[in-house]
């Protein structure tokens, strides 16, 4: 019953509403508004069709009916339609108006709204840390050592607390937010491990070059086999192409300033190359002389070594940093004093005597110019305790003019400051020379420029210095460097961390402190194996004491029939450890595979062959279970940047684990992508005096070439106790090498050991130019009277044919056409910009360029047209130039007129 009751109610209200339709009038329901958009087309068209079938009916039945009465009626609607989408139009243009207006509105209200947000949490959590630091201290007055320590650590496992809240719970504590601006939300690629907000950065999945045979073709065995027979031309190729590589050496004599040599640094262009030595001076090397020689002396501080020199991008200035914490920014472009320079010394048959050049700016830590002394930070008593920088580099920032004018410092506090010091460059050029300081020190910075923090106050150290500080290493950072030479700033401590850092506004913390942009972690460990249990002994060709004597027909039979189970067991096995034993009675090759699938954590059966080195004959195979274990590094002992700004080299020394021997593991790491390039090549330390000496000294040293030649392939430069190898990052071959016994297959460069004698404690820096690579070695720390460097010159001697097939394999290996870039060489060239081309300052140009944009779009604007030839006020507005920049043009004409006269040598 309830239900035919409602079923009759829904059928009475269905009814009126029919009959509701049918009787009212009708009001353009059925009008053009009563249609879709994707309608509108088909109701034009039809419309104007339906309209004259209707008059036409009408015309027929209503004969009487005038047709002017109809036009008037059309004319009527037509200009009742147009008021409509007039009253329409403006109704929109209004809507629009106030929409601009109410989004101008939100988006101040927003801002303001988050500032406000940020300014009470700033203030909220400086109160909290100031009850905990005043609980934690209690009545000392924050005067002792345990509060220095507590004032540092405190706000750290504060922010820490903070960063772990906004990730752990972020739903929760997003609900309670005005506006949901979140700087700590970032993107992260997924497909790198993370730990604790850190991606691991593993290289258990690469293989060392060394044990590299095949390649995985998912059963392809066609493509297996091109691959290799491209990948061994391309080998062979290069290898061919090292062997016409023709070695030379030279000293060159210094002065007795500057022996003890310490450290040497290569520039960006590769054509200088710094030295800084154990007085405290640095003299800077030119190789675009034949020989290199000494073009500049800058005379520091007393019997202060210096640690560390850092180029800026230009290669027109440089920072030391010195062992009692003195640093100095030179300039190869300003001499100060010029006028009252010191007169150069009397030159010898075998010393030259650079001009001399002086430190334009300086921190000390002695008289802690490393503190902050106002600021937020310096209200936080931000490194009260002497410190010291112990490397440095100049930043990314740069001017109109292409100068870097701040610098960055790693403290030994584990902090990276950021100095800027453009005001102290500019007021001592300003003084030194009045009208006629450099355009550099003067122009603005465009990239990169300050960040100002949320407070309102800058953070200044001594000298009048403005500085910002980086925070988050817990370990000594031993690598500063910036991506691509010119962008985000990278750090590295011996734990291994990996910091990448912006330097923008969103980065800056609420205690005004810089924190990473991304954060990695390099893993110290690799999985090695440990045989376990009793070897299976399938084959031996030697005497065995359970079984009878042997024939050899019977030794070759049994031979050939394991030698056919272990081709057909190759497929499901890849190479894990290869030894070369040193016994020239009987020289011998073990070979150790492990499955191809892989070991799971309770072990697997690895298989071990070991052949004569001579014959290559199978001399016994054997089975053994192996299980897997972390073999951890025991340190870090070297990381360096190439000199491009996207590579950075990492070499870590591993521990002996039979039955892998100790060694050096180098590896490649792409800055960019921050990611592991497949690369991996690992140098066996013979004994265990060495790994411990590589250990505790600093036996070993590297370096990273640019790419050389037609091989458009970066190298890897090693000294280990005073042996010098050089690896292909593209093959990973060793195609250089010092070593007095080598293989008998090695083709290469094969450096004589009695004609270029290097001693254990050799360091290097790489540069290249003329078509040449260049090798400077010296070894560090050395007060002798008598201390030359001496220069390692590697000459290409090939021939066009030789190059043609080495780059024709690499093509058919890797299967593009990239072409390779051009090798690092210095060129004279000669201006062709005016009638002044020879004399032409580069800054001069640079400023006419800009002020001739600017003239032709001021006569846009304003309708007037200026011929471009060179007016009389052209020609005014140069002299200026030139008269402003006189000194530097000076230098100009005279680095010209000397790179003549070399070129005549």
């Not at 830590?365 to 002497?386: C, I, M, W």
């Not at 992508?673 to 004994?687: G, S, T």
């Amino acid at each position: 019953m309830p239900a035919t009751i409602a079923r009759v109610n829904r059928l009475r209200q269905e009814f009126e509403r029919e009959e509701l339709r049918r009787t009212r009038l009708y009001r353009g329901e059925c009008g053009p508004q009563s249609y879709e958009r994707w309608q509108m087309n088909d109701y034009f068209v039809v419309r104007p069709i339906v309209e004259e079938l209707v008059e036409r009916v009408l015309s027929i039945i209503f004969k009487s009916r005038s047709l002017p009465a109809l036009d008037a009626y059309s004319h009527s609607s037509r200009a009742f339609a147009q008021i409509q989408s007039n009253s329409r139009l403006l109704q929109l243009i209004v809507e629009e108006l106030i929409l601009e207006e109410t989004h101008s509105l939100s988006v101040d209200i927003s801002s303001e709204t988050y500032q406000m947000q940020r300014f009470l949490a700033d203030r909220i959590g400086s109160g909290f840390l100031q009850i905990i630091q005043k609980a934690s201290c209690g009545d000392c007055e924050m005067t002792c050592a345990a509060c220095d320590r507590h004032a540092k650590s405190l706000p750290e496992k504060f922010h820490d607390l903070q960063s772990n809240r906004m990730k752990n719970r972020r739903g929760v504590w997003h609900q309670s937010q005005c506006v949901q601006l979140d700087p700590w939300k970032k993107e992260r690629d997924d497909s790198v491990p993370s730990v604790n907000g850190e991606a691991v950065l593993s290289f258990d999945h690469l293989i060392s070059y060394d044990l590299i045979k095949t390649k995985s073709f998912a059963g392809r065995s066609d493509a297996e086999s091109v691959w290799r027979q491209n990948s061994d031309a391309c080998r062979q190729n290069e290898a061919k192409y090292w062997s016409l590589m023709m070695p030379s050496g030279f000293t060159l004599p210094i002065t007795d300033n500057c022996s003890g040599i310490s450290v040497v640094k290569a520039s960006f262009n590769r054509r200088y190359v710094a030295v800084g030595t154990v007085r405290g001076n640095i003299f800077v090397i030119d190789f675009n002389w034949t020989p290199p020689k000494p073009v500049r002396l800058g005379i520091g501080v007393k019997d202060d070594a210096i640690v560390d020199i850092a180029w800026s991008i230009d290669s027109s200035k440089l920072i030391s940093n010195t062992d009692k914490g003195v640093v100095c920014v030179w300039s190869l472009l300003f001499e100060k004093n010029s006028k009252n320079t010191i007169a150069s010394a009397k030159e010898s048959e075998d010393r030259a005597m650079p001009e001399k050049f002086f430190p334009i700016f300086k921190l000390e830590a002695a008289v802690q110019d490393f503190k902050f002394y106002t600021g937020p930070l310096a209200e936080r008593s931000l490194h009260n305790n002497p410190t010291k920088p112990l490397l440095t580099a100049f930043h990314s920032s740069m001017t109109l003019c292409g100068s870097q004018p701040s610098l960055c410092l790693v403290l030994d506090s584990n902090d990276v400051i950021r100095c800027d010091i453009s005001e102290q460059l500019r007021c001592s050029d300003e003084t030194e020379n009045g009208d006629d300081a450099e355009l550099d020190h003067r122009s603005p910075v465009v990239y990169h420029p300050q960040v100002f923090p949320f407070s309102g106050r800058m953070n200044v150290i001594g000298s009048d210095v403005k500085a910002e500080i980086f925070r988050q290493h817990r370990h000594s950072i031993m690598f500063l460097g910036f991506v691509g030479n010119c962008r985000d700033m990278v750090t590295m401590d011996t734990g291994g961390y990996i910091n990448r850092w912006k330097y923008a506004r969103e980065f800056l913390s609420r205690e005004e402190v810089f924190v990473p942009f991304k954060r990695y972690r390099l893993s110290l460990h690799q999985t090695q194996y440990i045989p376990l249990g009793e070897r299976k002994v399938i084959f031996s060709d030697g005497g065995d004491a359970d079984r009878r004597p042997r024939s050899e027909a019977e030794i070759k039979q049994e031979r050939d029939r394991v030698e056919t189970v272990i081709s057909s067991a190759m497929n499901q096995l890849h190479l894990w450890h290869f030894q070369s034993s040193n016994d020239q009675r009987s020289p011998m090759n073990s070979f150790i595979y492990k499955p191809s699938e892989g070991v799971g954590a309770s072990g697997a059966t690895f298989h071990a062959i070991i052949r004569h080195r001579g014959n290559r004959l199978l001399s016994s195979y054997f089975t053994q279970q192996f299980f897997p274990v972390q073999n951890k590094a025991g340190r870090i002992v070297v990381c360096r940047m190439s000199p491009s700004g996207k590579e950075m080299v990492i070499v870590l020394i591993f521990p002996e684990l039979k039955p892998k021997e100790a060694h050096l593991a180098i590896l490649v790491l792409d800055v960019c992508e921050m990611r592991l390039k497949n690369f991996r090549k690992e140098v066996v330390l013979p004994d265990d005096t060495l790994y411990q000496r590589c250990l505790e000294e600093s036996l070993m040293s590297c370096d990273i070439t640019d790419p050389i030649g037609i091989t458009s392939s970066q190298y890897v430069i090693v000294i280990v106790n005073g042996r010098l190898s050089g690896y292909s990052v593209a093959t990973g071959q060793m195609v250089l090498t010092s070593a007095a016994k080598t293989d008998s297959g090695f083709i290469g460069c094969h450096l004589n050991a009695k004609k270029f004698s290097i001693s254990e404690n050799s360091r290097l820096a790489v540069t290249s130019a003329h078509g040449s690579l260049f090798l400077t070695l010296f070894e560090p720390r050395r007060k002798d009277s008598e201390n030359p460097l001496f220069i390692l010159r590697l000459k290409d001697k090939n021939s066009d044919l030789t190059r043609k097939q080495l780059r024709n394999s690499i093509i058919q290996w890797r299967g593009d056409t990239v072409v390779p870039p051009s090798e690092q060489r210095i060129d004279l060239v000669r201006w062709t910009t005016g009638p002044l081309h020879s004399q032409h300052h580069i800054k001069v140009m640079v400023r006419e360029m800009l002020e001739s944009v600017v003239d032709s779009v001021f006569d846009k604007v304003h309708g007037v047209s200026v011929p471009t030839e060179n007016t009389a006020e052209n020609a005014e507005r140069r002299s200026k130039l030139y008269a402003d920049l006189g000194r530097e043009v000076g230098f100009l004409r005279k680095e010209y007129a000397e790179n003549r006269i070399a070129k005549q040598f």
